[in-house]
């Protein structure tokens, strides 16, 4: 079973950074996409930003030249650096893996239990 691993959220003042760190666990043989995703409240999920396995990256505008997201491919761990936080990041952010490669064949959308992230002074 397939089971991803959110860490590094919390609360930080605006302008500041942090790093979210998600590692993939369970028998699996290659992820084609991991990726971010967040949902503050009353809102609906979206895209944060999304890494191939072949290194191919995907941001929300929102996003762009702010954050940045990277990818260990043989520790199946994805990560996030996101800089210059604005009170408009503030969410609960989302790891998610998809087209995952196991002994089972290939399995679609798992998602981590979410960490909250929050921009405040």
């Known amino acids: 079973q397939v089971q991803l691993v959110e860490s590094g959220g919390g609360l930080v003042q605006p302008g500041g950074s942090l790093r979210l760190s998600c590692a993939a666990s369970g028998t699996i043989f290659s992820i084609y996409v991991m990726g971010w995703y967040r949902q503050a409240p009353g809102k609906q999920r979206e895209l944060v930003a999304a890494?191939?396995?072949?290194?191919?990256?995907n941001y929300a505008d929102s996003v762009k030249g702010r954050f940045t997201i990277s990818r260990d491919i043989a520790k199946n761990k994805v990560n996030l650096q996101m800089n210059s936080l604005k009170p408009e990041d503030t969410a609960v952010y989302y790891c998610?893996?998809?087209?995952?490669?196991?002994?089972?064949?290939?399995?679609?959308?798992?998602w981590g239990q979410g960490t909250q992230v929050t921009v405040s002074s």
């Open positions: 998610k893996a998809d087209k995952v490669l196991t002994p089972l064949g290939y399995g679609h959308d798992y």
């Open positions: 890494i191939t396995n072949g290194g191919s990256t």
